[in-house]
């Protein structure tokens, strides 16, 4: 498995990860959900990313190899 196809559950975890913990901090703070949360976002944007360096590297890979 390749590196960006490796990473992109590792992002997707992470991502879930941190917005979990700050919903947590939010509840015990006494705030309401409506605060924008940035690691939603953030994660998508993430693993898009790494799914179009997946999909260039291995189409690359492919031709170099053929």
């Known amino acids: 498995m390749c590196v960006f196809c490796a990473a992109v559950p ?3 975890a ?5 917005d979990n913990k700050q919903r947590r901090n939010a509840q015990t703070q006494g705030r309401t959900s409506k605060f924008i949360r940035p690691f ?3 994660t998508m944007i993430v693993i898009f990313l ?8 291995h189409t690359w890979y492919n031709r170099l190899w053929l």
């Not at 992470?14 to 941190?18: E, I």
């Not at 790494?50 to 590297?57: F, T, Y």
């Open 50 to 57: 790494l799914i179009v360096g997946s999909v260039l590297v």
């Open 14 to 18: 992470t991502g879930a990860a941190l």
């Open 10 to 12: 590792v992002a997707a």
């Open 40 to 42: 939603v976002l953030l």
